[in-house]
């Protein structure tokens, strides 16, 4: 099955700094890559997401780039702010299939 | 709001005991999805339905079982409870079956077993 691997575990950062978080998957079927933000005690949202014939995606100050060839995505969020502290889970989902496999998750802290 | 509903949202219970988590989807949507958001585990799919049919399966333990209902509401049922099954139970729904939109998460069930 896919297995996806997610780093780092704890980012943190200064407000206005740039953030990136990296995701590798292991099965190149895989065509659909959904990032996810989740706040404390909160449900996981979806933030932006990126399919496999794009190769980069922008959402504002969220963007996400996807390397098929060397089968890693990653999440780029630029001027930090203090609001942006959460959990980011990746994601990638195998086929036509939309159930993804998540990665362990990268706890985003944001210091103003 | 997602527009997915969840009940109950806390539910404290003991070992052996068995347990049942409701899922109200969007309106309109037709797939509900299961998942289990453990601290050593991290989110991980259970199960999913479409249309009242079983559509695929993950990390489901044989303890636990799950139907979806023909006003598309779906539970989820734990039983035999373990400490290991402390988390927090998500259910998410879509519009179709695979291809189409993105999966919209409920606000969560946390389950504590002492």
């Known amino acids: 099955g896919e297995n996806v691997e997610q780093h780092p575990s704890t980012l943190s950062v200064q407000e206005g700094d740039s953030a990136v978080i990296k995701c590798t998957y292991s099965?190149?079927?895989?065509?659909?890559f959904p990032w996810y933000k989740q706040e404390l005690g909160k449900r996981p949202q979806l933030i932006i997401d990126i399919r496999s014939n794009v190769g980069e995606k922008k959402d504002q100050r969220i963007a996400v780039t996807l390397n098929k060839t060397a089968k890693h995505f990653s999440l780029h969020i630029t001027e930090t702010q203090p609001e942006d502290s959460a959990v980011y889970f990746c994601a990638a989902s195998l086929g036509g299939s939309y159930i993804p496999t998540f990665g362990r998750g990268t706890s985003l802290i944001v210091h103003p | 709001d997602s527009g997915v509903t969840q009940t109950p949202k806390h539910l404290i219970t003991a070992t052996g005991q068995r347990v049942t988590l409701r899922c109200s989807p969007r309106s309109g949507d037709l797939s509900v999805y299961w998942y289990q958001q453990s601290l050593d585990q991290g989110l991980q799919f259970l199960i999913q339905y479409y249309n009242g049919e079983e559509r695929a399966k993950g990390n489901i333990l044989e303890r636990f079982s799950a139907q979806q209902f023909p006003d598309l509401h779906s539970e989820l049922n734990l039983s035999s409870l373990e400490l290991g099954d402390s988390a927090l139970y998500f259910c998410a729904s879509s519009v179709g079956l695979a291809g189409v939109g993105e999966q919209f998460f409920g606000p969560g069930t946390r389950l504590t077993v002492l």
């Open positions: 099965d190149s079927a895989s065509n659909y």
